[in-house]
C-alpha cells in the first residue's frame, strides 16, 4: 500500500498534465506501456499511473500569434516573430529619427513607441532630422564674399549663432584713399571716384 503524501503527489501531477495548454508541455498516459517514472519530480510507480485515465488531448488550437503576452500559435513562446524592441520612428512626426522601439498596442498588433514631436533640421553640424545628411536644408560651404571694391574678400557661408540660418565668413578688407581713374575702388565705396 503506498503512502497517502506519494499517492496525493501524483494526483496533483496528473491533474496539472491534464490542464496542459501548449503542445510542447509533458503529457502522462494512462496505459498499459507506462514505465516507473516522474511526475513533476516525484518518482511513480507504472501500476498507479495505469490507473489513471488517459490524459485528454492538447487544448490549445493554434492561430495566428498576437501581441498580448500570450501563445495564440502554441509553440511554447510568447508574442514570438512580432520584432518587439526593434527600434523605430514614430507616425506622429515628419523626422526619420529612430527614436522608439515597437511594442505591443491594445489590439494585439504592434506600435512604435515613439511619441516625440518632429525634430526640425538647424545649421549645427548635426542631422537634427535625421535626413538627407547634416545640414542639408542650408547652403553651408558655399562661396560668398564681402566688401565692395578692394575691400572684397572672398570665404564660405557658416551657421549662424542662431543656428537657423547661415553667413559669410569673409572678413572685408579696410578701405584707402581713392585713387581716380584707376579702375579700383579703393575706399570701397562701390565706384571709381
Known amino acids: 500500500m503506498l503512502p497517502v503524501p506519494r499517492f496525493v503527489a501524483l494526483a496533483a501531477g496528473l491533474a496539472l ?10 503529457r ?4 498499459a506501456s507506462d514505465v516507473d517514472g516522474a ?60 527614436e522608439g522601439v515597437l511594442v505591443c498596442d491594445a489590439n ?3 506600435t512604435c513607441s515613439d511619441a516625440t514631436t518632429s525634430t526640425t533640421e ?12 547634416i545640414d542639408d536644408t ?3 560651404g558655399t562661396s560668398c ?3 565692395l571694391g578692394a575691400c572684397a574678400r572672398s570665404g564660405t557661408l557658416v551657421c549662424t549663432a542662431a543656428m537657423t540660418g547661415t553667413q559669410c565668413n569673409a572678413v572685408p578688407g579696410a578701405p584707402t584713399a581713392e585713387l581716380c581713374g584707376n579702375q579700383i575702388d579703393e575706399d570701397c565705396n562701390g565706384a571709381d571716384a
Open 17 to 26: 498534465v491534464g490542464a496542459c495548454a501548449i503542445a510542447s508541455e509533458p
Open 108 to 110: 494585439g498588433g504592434v
Open 39 to 98: 511526475v513533476d519530480g516525484v518518482q511513480v510507480d507504472a501500476a498507479l499511473i495505469d490507473a489513471a485515465p488517459d490524459a485528454p488531448p492538447d487544448a490549445c488550437v493554434p492561430v495566428a500569434e498576437l501581441c498580448n503576452s500570450a501563445d495564440e500559435d502554441c509553440d511554447g513562446e510568447v508574442d514570438e516573430e512580432l520584432g518587439l524592441g526593434t527600434a523605430c520612428d514614430g507616425a506622429a512626426d515628419t523626422d526619420a529619427c529612430v
Open 122 to 133: 538647424l545649421c549645427n553640424g548635426v542631422d537634427d532630422d535625421c535626413r538627407n545628411g
Open 145 to 147: 564674399s564681402l566688401g
Open 138 to 140: 542650408y547652403p553651408v
Open 28 to 31: 502522462v498516459a494512462g496505459d
